[in-house]
């Protein structure tokens, strides 16, 4: 079992280090967060499918499909992504609106 977690905290080390350098910084201020505060929630299905968002190079045009500006590829259309935009109008929006960032 410890073997499992060491695992499991190593990957989640890889996505969250993903998630936090983007490259383009409203990104990095929804995914970054999501990873911190959801992806210990995530089944391994669950951050197979957030890795392979994360591994997509455009991060404008990631961003516009977290924020509904863009149609979402069906392939990342997922429970992620929806886990993702609750995450976006629910706590990146009010630390914005807070004046954060």
């Given at each position: 079992?410890?073997?499992i977690d060491?695992?499991?905290?190593?990957?989640?080390?890889?996505?969250?280090?993903r998630?936090?350098?983007r490259?383009?910084?409203e990104?990095?201020?929804?995914?970054?967060?999501?990873?911190?505060?959801v992806?210990p929630?995530?089944?391994a299905?669950?951050l197979d499918?957030?890795?392979y968002?994360?591994?997509?190079d455009?991060?404008?045009?990631?961003?516009?499909?977290i924020?509904g500006?863009?149609?979402t590829?069906e392939?990342?259309e997922?429970?992620?992504?929806?886990k993702?935009r609750?995450f976006?109008?629910?706590?990146?929006a009010?630390?914005v609106?807070?004046g954060a960032?």
């Amino acid at each position: 079992m410890a073997d499992i977690d060491a695992r499991l905290k190593q990957r989640l080390g890889r996505i969250t280090f993903r998630a936090w350098r983007r490259g383009f910084r409203e990104a990095d201020l929804v995914l970054g967060p999501f990873v911190d505060q959801v992806g210990p929630t995530l089944d391994a299905g669950e951050l197979d499918c957030l890795e392979y968002l994360l591994a997509e190079d455009d991060d404008h045009r990631l961003y516009a499909w977290i924020i509904g500006t863009e149609p979402t590829p069906e392939v990342h259309e997922t429970p992620v992504m929806a886990k993702i935009r609750v995450f976006m109008r629910d706590h990146v929006a009010s630390a914005v609106a807070e004046g954060a960032g």
